[in-house]
């Protein structure tokens, strides 16, 4: 719902940036990444890792606090 809201947005890509984790080989999600890609008008990278743990996911989002 927060990729929803953000289409919907005027000037989001001047804004904002979408960094889309999701696990190798996990192709269901990188494809659901490339769907929301399509969906917002805003930078979007999508980011392949070796796996998402608590220890991995507070090593992505330190940088956002």
């Known amino acids: 719902s927060i990729i929803k809201k953000l289409s ?3 000037g989001i890509s001047e804004k904002a940036r979408i ?3 999701y696990e190798q080989g996990d192709e ?3 494809d659901l990444g490339n769907i929301f890609r399509e969906m917002v008008d805003c930078p979007f990278l999508r980011v392949e890792v070796d796996g ?3 220890e991995n996911y507070s090593k992505f989002t330190h940088s956002f606090d």
Do not use: Q, R
Request: hydrophobic fraction near 40%.
């Open 8 to 10: 919907k947005l005027k």
């Open 28 to 30: 269901e999600m990188c």
């Open 52 to 54: 998402l743990n608590s």
């Open 19 to 21: 960094i889309w984790y």
